[in-house]
């Protein structure tokens, strides 16, 4: 059985955190055992490409500040339809 991990930052603009995260998502995906999704809750940055040229799944949910309160919704119909 695969389990699903989704991977959720800020952004993925250049950074520590995001450098993070996109080496979270290579090292631990691990089919069958392991699928790893990032998202990030603004919008496409440099380290979301590395991560999709990587072949992960990586999407960017566009929100421009914290009263873009929308974004939970969205999040939530993401993990719904990736059954994470």
Same mark, same amino acid.
């Given at each position: 059985?695969?389990?699903r991990? *989704?991977?959720l930052? +800020?952004? @993925?603009?250049?950074g520590?955190?995001? +450098?993070?995260? #996109?080496? *979270?998502?290579? =090292? @631990?995906?691990d089919?069958p #055992? /392991?699928?790893?999704?990032?998202?990030?809750l603004g919008? /496409?940055?440099?380290i979301?490409?590395q991560i999709?040229?990587?072949g992960r799944d990586? +999407?960017? *949910?566009?929100a421009?500040? !914290?009263?873009?309160?929308?974004?939970?919704? =969205? *999040? !939530?119909?993401? !993990?719904r339809e =990736?059954?994470i």
């Amino acid at each position: 059985m695969t389990r699903r991990l *989704l991977l959720l930052n +800020t952004d @993925l603009e250049l950074g520590g955190t995001p +450098t993070v995260v #996109r080496e *979270l998502a290579l =090292r @631990l995906h691990d089919p069958p #055992r /392991w699928h790893v999704e990032v998202a990030c809750l603004g919008k /496409w940055g440099p380290i979301a490409d590395q991560i999709r040229n990587a072949g992960r799944d990586v +999407t960017a *949910l566009g929100a421009r500040g !914290i009263s873009d309160v929308w974004v939970i919704r =969205r *999040l !939530i119909d993401l !993990i719904r339809e =990736r059954n994470i």
